[in-house]
Structures are given as structure tokens and as C-alpha cells.
């Protein structure tokens, strides 16, 4: 993505430049929350990422959500110790 620093549109988004900040946490080793917001609120986005690779991206809007898409994640990507 091409940032303009003439304009406020970040180029190929169409998003305009807000002096929101955002912040992230590394909850386990394969799960991040980002934390956001936006002109309608707080939310955030916990991602499952393994190698690189995001897995899977889920928005929350409250602490339950945060707490079910959590405790699925975590369980989705608890290794598996042997399978025989």
C-alpha cells in the first residue's frame, strides 16, 4: 500500500489517515489481539497465526465475544501430543 503524504487517502484503500493508534498484544504463541476503533467504537481482532501465516481473523465487540473466539482459538491450536 502506497501512502501519500501530500493527501489523506492511503492510495488502493480508500481509507483516510485518523490519529487513532493501534495496539496489539501476543495473547499465546500463535494468537494476537489487535485492539481498534473506529467513529462506531472499541473492537479488536484476535488472530490465529501459525509459521507467519494468519489463520483465521475474527472481529470482537465485547469482552464474552473476546473471551469464546479466545478459548476457541486456543483449543484449535493446542498441538496434539501423539496421535497412534
Request: with cysteine; net charge negative.
Amino acid at each position: 500500500m502506497l501512502i501519500d503524504t501530500k493527501s489523506s487517502v492511503c492510495h488502493n484503500t480508500g481509507v483516510t489517515r485518523t490519529d487513532r493508534t493501534m495496539t496489539s498484544a501476543q495473547l499465546t504463541p500463535h494468537i494476537r489481539y489487535v485492539a481498534l476503533s473506529d467513529d462506531d467504537g472499541d473492537f479488536g481482532i484476535l488472530l490465529n497465526h501459525l509459521n507467519g501465516i494468519v489463520i483465521n481473523a475474527v472481529e470482537v465487540y465485547d469482552r464474552a465475544m473476546f473471551e469464546r473466539v479466545f478459548n476457541e482459538m486456543v483449543s484449535l491450536s493446542t498441538p496434539v501430543e501423539s496421535v497412534a
